[in-house]
């Protein structure tokens, strides 16, 4: 648990729920809030944090950490622990889970998603009333910027430095055990995971990537839809089609159709897909092809990309496509489609 440590310096709330934070940091005194505001929310049986800075946290995606979440309540008043995540995975900027499944999930301001950058099933909320008395050690050094590796973070430190994240650290292992049973934060009772959804593990166990949500019902449903409906997705009368295909790349596609003369790969991104999962879904599709064409089953076969989306994409990513020969499809589900 202490191997690797980070202190995020967060606005200041009481629950984090949702509500508006409060700080005199740039973006939430633009906005008026910020993405903490969601941290101590569970999410179908999660925690999803928002860490400023946390673009950096991708490169340490493949480890667990413990996060502590600073805040003060005015910029007069010094840093005190409002709560933290055990056993947390991190990772760059995505999108919270919500908007994969709720439309109606509001956004910060106009067009600014809520953002996360970490996970957990274990979180702990400190009781405002004993804030007060958690203020962090003197002479730290976490400043105005939102992360600070008190373990773990592969800086090449000074002997000082390295010194005061140790007593950092030191002053957590001494301060979060007792806190455990009054900060402690209830996941939903028909949240059992029997790991991290959201992480994405290779056949050897290693982590290799991260999605901010388990594959969404809709998302599930969608791709079950292009495999029953091979006439929509060839312009043939084929039989049922395959899930998951496995490519020699190691990747898998959502649903394929095959024939003697050529190949279909389908891949899916249902209605909550934000334009960055859009496009990266129509690099995908470039990638499936390449790999496909190069495998020695199918050398010879034509060999089709399809993009199934169940909205139109924007322009730009519609000329991406176009540009690259990928098929696009729009099919909305309905109650029908099981």
Not at 24 to 40: I, K, L, R
Not at 161 to 179: D, F, Y
Request: hydrophobic letters at 35%; a negative charge; charged letters at 25%.
């Amino acid at each position: 648990m202490w191997n690797n440590v980070i202190v995020a310096n967060i606005g200041w709330d009481e629950v984090y729920s949702g509500r508006a934070v409060a700080s005199h940091h740039s973006y939430v005194v633009q906005h008026g809030t910020g993405g903490e505001a969601f941290n101590f929310q569970p999410y179908r049986g999660l925690f999803y944090g928002y860490i400023r800075d946390g673009s950096a946290l991708d490169r340490f995606s493949h480890r667990l950490w413990t996060i502590v979440f600073v805040s003060k309540p005015s910029e007069q008043e010094r840093l005190r622990i409002v709560g933290w995540y055990e056993q947390a995975r991190v990772t760059g900027y995505r999108d919270r889970p919500e908007y994969a499944f709720e439309p109606s999930f509001p956004n910060s301001d106009e067009d600014q998603r809520y953002e996360i950058c970490s996970v957990s099933k274990t979180a702990f909320l400190v009781p405002v009333e004993q804030r007060a008395a958690l203020t962090l050690p003197q002479g730290h050094r976490i400043k105005s910027g939102g992360l600070y590796y008190a373990a773990g973070g592969d800086r090449a430190d000074t002997e000082a430095q390295q010194a005061s994240r140790n007593r950092m650290v030191e002053w957590l292992r001494a301060t979060l055990p007792g806190l455990r049973e009054d900060a402690a934060l209830e996941r939903s009772a028909d949240a059992d995971f029997p790991d991290l959804p959201g992480i994405i593990v290779d056949e050897g166990g290693k982590p290799h990537g991260f999605s901010p949500v388990p594959e969404g019902e809709r998302h599930r449903r969608l791709k079950h839809w292009a495999c029953r409906n091979a006439q929509e997705i060839t312009g043939r009368a084929l039989g049922e089609g395959r899930v998951e295909q496995l490519l020699l790349s190691g990747d898998r596609v959502d649903a394929a159709h095959e024939a003697e003369d050529a190949l279909w790969l389908v891949e899916v991104k249902g209605w909550g897909s934000p334009p960055d999962d859009l496009r990266r879904g129509v690099y995908q599709c470039i990638k499936y092809r390449a790999v496909a064409a190069a495998q020695p089953d199918w050398i010879g076969r034509q060999i089709s990309a399809v993009l199934l989306t169940e909205r139109a994409l924007p322009a730009e990513l519609q000329a991406l496509a176009e540009a690259n020969g990928i098929t696009l499809m729009v099919h909305e589900l309905t109650a029908e489609d099981e």
